[in-house]
T-cell receptor, first 111, second 116 residues
């Protein structure tokens, strides 16, 4: 079946530090990959996506590259801000099908 | 445009009681999803509707959970009777088919259920 594994949190960083949140997946075929973000008290928001191998998704300074050979979709940001503090979810979706989420990684950024 | 609306935002009930959650998707979104998010875990799909028909309810505990989407617009999820392990956030999402056949999902704020 399909599954997503994320690094456990919380990830604690100082403002302007470099961020990496690891995500690996298991799936049949070639799924689309997503990162969602959940700010405190809010619903999930799509952060970025990639639909095929070697695609790079990017948004708000965050990036992730679809690596088929390592079945990974790691999230990166060069310089985090306090406002980036949230829970980040990696997810996959085979075509025409529903989302399978990882457990989420909490990011805490201090000034 | 207005986002996905859910109510109530919070609900506390005793075990064996009943509870219902309501969701109004984004206008024009044919697909509607209900997810259960237990603390410390990612959302898990309970049921997916396409218009007013069920596409996938394989993970819905049908002995106690039910959902309907009459007229293909808003939806109600019910739990009867509730158990302690049903304590979670219940998320509603809706989607419309986008480019490359990817169904981009938009989530509501969720209903936090506490069963005591």
């Amino acid at each position: 079946g399909n599954s997503v594994t994320q690094m456990e949190g919380p990830v604690t960083l100082s403002e302007e530090a470099f961020l990496t949140i690891n995500c690996t997946y298991t799936a049949t075929g070639y799924p689309s990959l997503f990162w969602y973000v959940q700010y405190p008290g809010e619903g999930l928001q799509l952060l970025l996506k990639a639909t095929k191998a070697d695609d790079k998704g990017s948004n708000k300074g965050f990036e992730a590259t679809y690596r088929k050979e390592t079945t990974s979709f790691h999230l990166e940001k060069g310089s985090v801000q306090v406002s980036d503090s949230a829970v980040y979810f990696c997810a996959l979706s085979p075509r025409y099908s529903t989302l399978t989420f990882g457990k989420g990684t909490m990011l805490l950024v201090s000034p | 445009e207005a986002g996905v609306a859910q109510s109530p935002r919070y609900k506390i009930i005793e075990k064996r009681q009943s509870v219902a959650f309501w969701c109004n998707p984004i206008s024009g979104h044919a697909t509607l999803y209900w997810y259960q998010q237990i603390l410390g875990q990612g959302p898990k799909l309970l049921i997916q509707f396409q218009n007013n028909g069920v596409v996938d309810d394989s993970q819905l505990p049908k002995d106690r959970f039910s959902a309907e989407r009459l007229k293909g617009v808003d939806s109600t999820l019910k739990i009867q009777p509730a158990k302690l392990e049903d304590s979670a956030v219940y998320l509603c999402a809706s989607s419309v088919r986008g480019r490359d056949t990817i169904y981009e999902q938009y989530f509501g704020p969720g209903t936090r259920l506490t069963v005591t």
